[in-house]
């Protein structure tokens, strides 16, 4: 079954029943599939396909999938990666997310419910709003936006901290342009995950606090993202 032209999702799965599965899937919704079993195939895929988005298995045969996602973010690549695992701990759900996923699911999961958020995934990379339409106190077209010393341009979807360009990944992007579309007004975590992510993540309102530590990190002293104790998060233009 050929895809609709939607692009090519690298699926890396030691399971072939799982892996099959999802291929249906993504085949329904449109797009190509490439399945790898290994990390090392995966990696070599990756390089060679240039993927529209990896659904990554973390319990691979030899090097794992956190070690590949390590690698593509690395290199500088932030192609969308939901990670899929047995793992159901909390501690693993946020180091997968810290290293640079977008997602995280685990087993056993609704293939459509994944196929679901692969599709939202890459409606924040190909869109500068989460609903492919600006709110409506927010111009369309390529504005910049923004706070203290940061800004983000909602086209080119590129931010810049300072005069140095930031990498973010596509979730890191998205949330980072919600903060910005109301400068000073405080979002509740539970709005964040709505907004942004669109869907119930398996990590639950921690990871809208793992993205923000993130976006932290990379944007070092110029961030203007003020933590509200017990209500959640706002970018101050007094930094």
């Known amino acids: 079954m050929a ?76 192609t969308p990666v939901l990670f899929v695992t047995a793992r159901d701990d909390e501690v693993d759900r946020l180091l997968g997310l810290e290293i640079g996923a977008d997602d995280y699911i685990t087993k056993p999961f609704s293939p459509r419910e994944l196929a679901a958020r692969v599709r939202t995934v890459l409606r924040r990379t190909t869109t500068p709003f ?59 975590r539970d709005e964040l995950l709505s907004s942004v992510w669109g869907y119930q993540s398996a990590a639950g309102t921690r990871t809208v606090d793992v993205h923000i530590a993130q976006l932290r990190a990379k944007l070092g002293e110029t961030s203007p993202i003020r933590t509200v104790r017990g209500v959640g998060y706002a970018a101050d233009r007094d930094g």
């Open 130 to 188: 989460p609903t492919g339409r600006p709110p409506d106190d927010v111009a369309p077209g390529g504005e910049v936006l923004s706070v203290g010393d940061v800004r983000v341009d909602l086209g080119r979807r590129r931010a810049w901290a300072g005069e140095v360009e930031v990498s973010l990944t596509s979730t890191e992007f998205e949330l980072l342009a919600q903060l910005f579309r109301r400068p000073g007004r405080v979002f509740e």
């Open 3 to 78: 895809g609709a032209g939607r692009g090519l999702v690298l699926v890396v799965e030691d399971e072939a029943a799982i892996a099959e599965v999802i291929e249906l899937y993504l085949r329904r919704d449109g797009f190509d599939v490439r399945i790898e079993s290994d990390g090392e195939s995966a990696l070599t895929a990756w390089q060679q396909l240039q993927p529209v988005a990896v659904i990554l298995d973390i319990g691979l045969p030899g090097r794992d999938g956190a070690d590949v996602c390590r690698t593509m973010r690395a290199a500088g690549d932030w």
